[in-house]
């Protein structure tokens, strides 16, 4: 279910630079506490929600979606040419399909066929957001992943290569 206030209160502030692009950790604990500060915000004023100190701290969509493009950005340039022209989206629906990540498509032996990769973000976030390293491998996982679909792979396929 999509919260009406889930995006409203969002810093709008351009992420800061860092090397090779992925933030840095001290860019993640800095996110993650203006987001729980965000959320305690939240809760105070519209008390709708009871704070329980384990919900997991949002980042914002500036942030993740440089883990999305710094995934795209290091795969190799042959890989990163199959993916011109099919849109990487970040999505917040992973809940409700039971996935971090999904391709829609026939691959490239069907460019006819319009492509595209959806990361999604809050199953992403719910379980590895704890962890800046351990969510960048896996938003990493999750792309290269779906770019094995794209390449011809089915999901049995794509498990046997390791993602």
Same mark, same amino acid.
């Given at each position: ?7 409203? /209160? ?67 340039? /042959? ?5 011109? +022209? ?8 992973? +809940? ?8 829609? +498509? ?22 590895? +957001? ?34």
């Amino acid at each position: 279910m999509r919260l009406p206030w889930s995006r409203r /209160q969002r810093a709008t502030a351009p992420p800061p630079a860092s090397t090779h692009g992925w933030p840095s950790e001290a860019e993640y604990v800095a996110a993650q506490a203006a987001a729980q500060r965000r959320f305690s915000e939240r809760i105070a004023n519209e008390g709708a929600l009871v704070a329980t100190g384990t919900e997991p701290p949002l980042v914002s969509d500036e942030f993740f979606a440089r883990l999305v493009k710094a995934s795209i950005d290091e795969l190799p340039k /042959q890989f990163r040419r199959t993916l011109d +022209g099919v849109p990487v989206m970040i999505a917040d629906r992973g +809940g409700a399909v039971g996935a971090y990540g999904l391709y829609h +498509g026939m691959g490239i032996t069907h460019p006819e066929v319009p492509a595209q990769i959806i990361v999604f973000r809050d199953t992403l976030m719910r379980d590895f +957001g704890h962890d800046p390293h351990l969510l960048a491998e896996q938003v990493r996982r999750v792309v290269r992943h779906e770019l094995g679909h794209h390449l011809g792979f089915d999901e049995d396929g794509v498990r046997r290569l390791g993602l």
